[in-house]
């Protein structure tokens, strides 16, 4: 259900649910190296502040912190090619 839909808070269904819950909107795709940067650039600023992030910048400099960074969001993309499984049967 889009949200546009209702003029009123009142109007909205007890079951309502914003369009990022509903499973059917998952990405079913590898991020791509854009959104990666993006990611890597987001976190890098919004955690400049932890020990652990300027300790990594500290050792690595601020363009290998932001590799590994990246890397460690690819690592996680259970859609990228780097992920996939080859053990599985196909037919």
């Given at each position: 259900?889009?949200?546009?839909?209702?003029?009123?808070?009142?109007?909205?269904?007890?079951?309502?649910?914003?369009?990022?819950?509903?499973?059917?909107?998952?990405?079913?795709?590898?991020?791509?190296?854009?959104?990666?940067?993006?990611?890597?650039?987001?976190?890098?600023?919004?955690?400049?502040?932890?020990?652990?992030?300027?300790?990594?910048?500290?050792?690595?400099?601020?363009?290998?912190?932001?590799?590994?960074?990246?890397?460690?969001?690819?690592?996680?993309?259970?859609?990228?090619?780097?992920?996939?499984?080859?053990?599985?049967?196909?037919h």
């Amino acid at each position: 259900m889009k949200k546009e839909q209702y003029k009123n808070i009142e109007d909205y269904p007890d079951d309502w649910e914003p369009d990022w819950l509903d499973p059917a909107n998952d990405r079913k795709t590898p991020y791509t190296e854009e959104e990666l940067n993006e990611f890597a650039q987001g976190f890098m600023e919004g955690m400049s502040d932890t020990a652990a992030v300027q300790r990594l910048i500290q050792q690595e400099g601020m363009e290998k912190a932001k590799k590994i960074v990246k890397a460690q969001f690819k690592k996680k993309d259970k859609y990228n090619l780097d992920n996939l499984n080859s053990d599985a049967t196909s037919h």
